[in-house]
C-alpha cells in the first residue's frame, strides 16, 4: 500500500510539473526565466505541444478594454 501511495505522489508530481512548465512557455513570454529559476528541476521535464497564443501582455490588455473600462456615454 505505501508503494502505491508513493507511485501516486510522483505522478502527480510529474502533472503538476508539466502542467505549471506549460503555462510558463506559453503565458509567462519575457518571465519565463523567473520560474525556471524557482522550479529548476521542470527543464528536464517535456510537455508536448505548444499552442501558438498571443503576448500575455496583450491577452490584459484586451481584458482591461472588454471587462473592466466603463462604457463610453
Request: glycine content about 2%.
Amino acid at each position: 500500500m505505501v508503494v502505491i501511495k508513493c507511485i501516486v505522489q510522483i505522478v502527480i508530481s510529474i502533472m503538476i510539473h508539466r502542467n505549471t512548465k506549460r503555462a510558463a512557455e506559453v503565458w509567462m513570454d519575457e518571465y519565463k526565466h523567473f520560474y525556471y529559476a524557482a522550479v529548476p528541476s521542470s527543464k528536464a521535464i517535456q510537455t508536448g505541444r505548444y499552442y501558438l497564443l498571443p503576448p500575455f501582455v496583450r491577452f490584459v490588455v484586451s481584458f482591461f478594454v472588454v471587462f473592466i473600462m466603463p462604457p463610453a456615454v
